[in-house]
T-cell receptor, first 115, second 111 residues
Framework: SAVISQKPSRDICQRGTSLTIQCQVD?????MFWYRQQPGQSLTLIAT?????????ESGFVIDKFPISRPNLTFSTLTVSNMSPEDSSIYLC????????????FGDGTRLSIL | QKEVEQNSGPLSVPEGAIASLNCTYS??????FFWYRQYSGKSPELIMF????GDKEDGRFTAQLNKASQYVSLLIRDSQPSDSATYLC???????????FGTGTRLKVLA
């Protein structure tokens, strides 16, 4: 399966700042997804990032808060903007290598803490 | 609202026993079913996936799917302490490629 590198692995940020998380894949993939996992919770999909089109956001997530880029088939970024303590979470990217029903594989995640 | 439900556990089993993890889903149109293992502080790791009714075996793991009853289960044979983790069930289909995750079941294998 694809090797997924996510950076940074963790960060501690000040309230009101923004952080961009990078997701790099070692092969071209069709779909990339961004998730949030709050402490003790399951995964919640933030958005789907497809190359060449705008990201598709899930209910409760907006582009102004979580802008996403997908410049090519191997790379995507998620920015968490104007952060507050409620944004403290693990952010994960995942990819599928084939069609929509193929398994997703996850990066190692970014553990984000907001002071 | 499409839902995927799992017992949060913890499910405790002795080493060498069979661990049985269950997942039910609400969308009858669901097509693809996945089991992930997540160790504390780590990202989810794919264990099994199943698309058709019946059993699918891979080593010590068996996934079972019953679409009529809308449940999918994961059996772990000869459980080891290293199997102690949270197991997440994910479901797609019914016209979408997006995963819906269950809340996960925490498994403890006692040495």
């Amino acid at each position: 399966s694809a090797v997924i590198s996510q950076k940074p692995s963790r960060d501690i940020c000040q309230r009101g700042t923004s952080l961009t998380i990078q997701c790099q894949v070692d092969s071209q993939v069709t779909m990339m997804f961004w998730y949030r996992q709050q402490p003790g919770q399951s995964l919640t999909l933030i958005a789907t990032a497809n190359q060449g089109s705008e990201a598709t956001y899930e209910s409760g997530f907006v582009i102004d808060k979580f802008p996403i880029s997908r410049p090519n088939l191997t790379f995507s970024t998620l920015t968490v903007s104007n952060m507050s303590p409620e944004d403290s979470s693990i952010y994960l990217c995942s990819v599928t290598e084939g069609g929509g029903n193929q398994p997703q594989h996850f990066g190692d995640g970014t553990r984000l803490s907001i002071l | 609202q499409k839902e995927v439900e799992q017992n949060s556990g913890p499910l405790s089993v002795p080493e060498g026993a069979i661990a049985s993890l269950n997942c039910t889903y609400s969308d009858r149109g669901s097509q693809s079913f996945f089991w992930y293992r997540q160790y504390s502080g780590k990202s989810p790791e794919l264990i099994m996936f199943i698309y058709s009714n019946g059993d699918k075996e891979d080593g010590r793991f068996t996934a079972q799917l019953n679409k009529a009853s809308q449940y999918v289960s994961l059996l772990i044979r000869d459980s080891q302490p290293s199997d102690s983790a949270t197991y997440l069930c994910a479901v797609t289909g019914g016209g979408t490629y997006k995963y819906i995750f269950g809340t996960g079941t925490r498994l403890k294998v006692l040495a």
